[in-house]
C-alpha cells in the first residue's frame, strides 16, 4: 500500500505515519474534509501508481483479497469487483431494511446508468482498476460510494467480478444512516445531470408516454 487518504477522527493518521517509517506509505490527512469517496478520489490523485486498490479499512474488507485482485489487473483486467452476489461472495448479516435500501439504490443506479448494468455489485467499496483508464477530473462524488462514479467516468472495458463474503463489523458504527441515504440520491442525480443521462432518461421517458 502506498497511499492512504484519510479523513476519519479517530487518529488513524497517527499511526499511519508510525507505519510510513518502514514501509512505503503515504498519509494524506484531510483536515476539515468529510466523505469517503471524495477521500477515495484525493488519494487517486495522488498516487503515482497505475493499479489503485479501493478498500476499507475496518477489515471488513479482507486484506487477503488483494493480491487477487492485482493479479487480474495484470492479466488484463481493466475493473476487477470483489462481488457480493455472484459465485463464493456473501453479502454478510444485514438485516431486512439495510438489504430493502442496497436492493432500492442498486435498482435506481442501474436504471438510470447504462454503465452499471453489467455489474452484479455497483455497491461494492472493494475493487481495484487501472488510474489510465478513467477520467479522472470528472470525477465529484458525494457520500461513500464511489464505484459508480467510477463506472460512469471511465473508458473501462474488461472487467472481472470475483466472490467475497462481507464481514461484520466488529468495532464502530455503520455508516448508513438517513444523512447517507439523502447523500447517495443527490449523488445520483447530480451524476446522471453532469453525465447527460437524467436528460436522456427524461427524453425515452417522454417519448415512451407520448408514443403510449
Known sequence: MEDQAISSLDKTWRISEEFSDFYPIKTIRRIDKRGLASAVVEGIKETNNDIIVVMDGDL???PGRIPNLIKWIKKGKELVIC???VEGGDPGDFGFLRRLISFGATFIAKTIFRETR????IQSGFFAFKKEGINLEELKP???KILIEILVHS????FKEIGYKFRNREYG???LGFKEIFNYIHH???????????KRFIKFGFVGTVGS
Open 60 to 62: 471488513q474488507h479482507s
Open 83 to 85: 462481488s457480493r452476489f
Open 118 to 121: 453489467s455489474i452484479k455489485d
Open 142 to 144: 458525494k457520500g461513500y
Open 155 to 158: 473508458d473501462f472495458h474488461s
Open 173 to 175: 458504527d455503520s455508516k
Open 188 to 198: 445520483i442525480l447530480s451524476l446522471s445531470y453532469r453525465s447527460g443521462e437524467l
